[in-house]
């Protein structure tokens, strides 16, 4: 079974920093393409930034230049530096992942699995 932990969340004002942590734990055999993701508004989550295998990183426009996204494969982790917080910021943050896993036919393949999410609040 595998498991998307996240960590890292909390209260913080207006300009301030966090810094969250996705550790991925269970039998896969790789991590492939890795994100983080927030709830947004009407309740669709929105993508916030990708870190793919290639090393290739991308960023919603609303956080260019303010968070950064890095992953540690040795460390199955994927974190997410989050700078000059805004009011607009608070929400609930999930990590995603796509894991390469041997199925129980003896086949290999990918699949898709979400954490349970961090909640993010910044105050004014």
């Known amino acids: 079974q595998v498991q998307l932990v996240e960590s890292g969340g909390g209260l913080v004002q207006s300009g301030g920093s966090l810094r969250l942590s996705c550790l991925a734990s269970g039998d896969f055999l790789s991590i492939e393409d890795m994100s983080w993701h927030r709830q947004g508004p009407a309740n669709q989550r929105e993508l916030v930034a990708s870190a793919l295998t290639s090393g290739i990183t991308r960023y919603a426009d609303s956080v260019k230049g303010r968070f950064t996204i890095s992953r540690d494969d040795t460390r199955h982790t994927l974190y997410l530096e989050m700078n000059s917080l805004k009011p607009e910021d608070t929400d609930v943050y999930y990590c995603?992942?796509?894991?390469?896993?041997?199925?129980?036919?003896?086949?290999?393949?990918?699949?898709?699995?979400w954490g349970q999410g961090t909640q993010v609040t910044v105050s004014a």
């Open positions: 995603y992942a796509i894991m390469r896993m041997r199925t129980s036919t003896g086949f290999t393949g990918t699949f898709q699995y």
